[in-house]
């Protein structure tokens, strides 16, 4: 990547005329490696919780509190990322044009998300689960099961690219008809909120009762999803798009952020007190698919946490996160790297650890903590590799007093 632009990351850090005037959105910067930090701790606690979810390293230690926080995290964390990605990509398109956009989010996004599943995924996934397999065998299995180990956690990059080139699609077939400039949308008030709430629980029941939570399918033949969480990742990049034109995130007033930031937190707390004291704490609450009373029940409170911590976490990020620091700098510039790195990094900690005699919370202690600070420290450090930092997004920013770069994020 060339000296002189900023490295991208997963969402951008700038909107409206703070973009013009060059100042970030330092809240934006900070709910990314907040979110980010979250990721890399739930990967942390894979092996020391009781999940559904495969992982290669296994622990006798079985932590009941983190059973209901893998559901809680996925309710809201990666739709959250998802609906800061959406906000930046009108202005990106009106800048640069579809031709442009499109090139500049394949360079960014298409090329790392295709090196690593190609060199780094592919290759490993078949020496540990299929080295006797023909080729043909291997792409086969891969395909049957929604392509989820060739990508791995960097499915979210491949669905920011699908979702990317959608808008593209809508824009184009949008400016022919008309030449009009986009609509600028109205803030939404909490009668709005609450109908995309019941309206997102709804759509995610009739989904799930085909395609339960962990069931992955290759989207366009091509891309690993899984249908469970789909339309909250879709409506959230939509909905992004849409904030964008109506400038919500400052606009948005704090007494709104504040009251659904705490529907968010009670609804959450009031499941994982449920989960914890029900008698078979994996049945009943939280109900990952079929067309059933409990799978409805779950879906619509997951989408009430999901609004309710969207919007809050936004708007009292906001109002907490004014002023950058070296450090929030440093990790927002490093977390593009770090979301693509860090399952490696914790599956080693994991491995370190395996036989090493500590109890399961002191082990998910260690390996979340490190994990969370190699992680970021790699991304960073990755900055002095000319070849490595293309790759990963870490060109290293404009000197001290320098002029300021434009930021180009994913």
Not at 90 to 110: H, N
Not at 190 to 207: E, R, S
């Amino acid at each position: 990547m060339a000296t002189g632009k900023a490295p991208p990351d997963l969402v951008e850090s700038r909107s409206g005329h703070q973009a013009e005037a060059g100042q970030r959105m330092v809240f934006v910067d900070a709910l990314r490696v907040v979110v980010i930090g979250w990721v890399i701790a739930h990967h942390a606690a894979q092996p020391y919780g009781p999940t559904s979810g495969d992982w290669p390293i296994a622990d006798p230690g079985n932590l009941e509190w983190l059973r209901p926080l893998y559901p809680l995290g996925a309710a809201f964390g990666l739709g959250l990322l998802f609906f800061l990605a959406g906000y930046f990509v009108p202005r990106a398109y009106d800048r640069k044009g579809p031709t442009q956009f499109l090139r500049e989010r394949w360079v960014r996004i298409g090329l790392p998300l295709l090196v690593f599943v190609l060199v780094v995924h592919v290759p490993v996934v078949y020496l540990i689960d299929s080295p006797g397999a023909t080729f043909g065998e291997f792409v086969r299995s891969l395909y049957d099961s929604g392509w989820r180990d060739a990508y791995l956690h960097l499915w979210f990059l491949g669905h920011l690219v699908l979702y990317s080139a959608g808008y593209v699609v809508w824009r184009s077939l949008r400016d022919r008809r008309s030449d009009r400039p986009p609509t600028s949308w109205p803030m939404p008030s909490y009668a709005a909120v609450m109908g995309f709430v019941v309206a997102l629980g709804l759509i995610t029941w009739i989904v799930r009762g085909w395609y339960p939570i962990d069931e992955w399918v290759p989207l366009l033949f091509v891309v690993a999803a899984e249908p469970a969480h789909l339309p909250q990742y879709v409506s959230l990049f939509a909905l992004g798009v849409v904030a964008y034109r109506g400038d919500w995130l400052r606009r948005w007033p704090t007494q709104f952020g504040a009251i659904w930031l705490s529907v968010g937190l009670v609804t959450s707390a009031a499941v994982y007190t449920a989960v914890m004291l029900a008698n078979d704490p994996g049945s009943d609450i939280i109900e990952g698919g079929g067309f059933t009373w409990q799978a409805l029940l779950w879906s619509m409170l997951e989408a009430l946490i999901c609004a309710g911590m969207v919007v809050g976490m936004t708007v009292i990020g906001r109002q907490v996160f004014q002023r950058s620091s070296r450090m929030l700098e440093a990790m927002a510039a490093a977390s593009y790297a770090a979301y693509m790195l860090h399952v490696t990094i914790v599956i080693g900690l994991q491995a370190g650890l395996e036989e090493v005699d500590l109890s399961a919370g002191i082990k998910f202690g260690i390996v979340a903590s490190l994990g969370i600070v190699l992680a970021f420290g790699a991304g960073h450090l990755s900055r002095r590799v000319p070849g490595l930092r293309t790759v990963l997004g870490t060109s290293p920013t404009a000197p001290k007093g320098g002029p300021q770069r434009e930021s180009h994020h994913v």
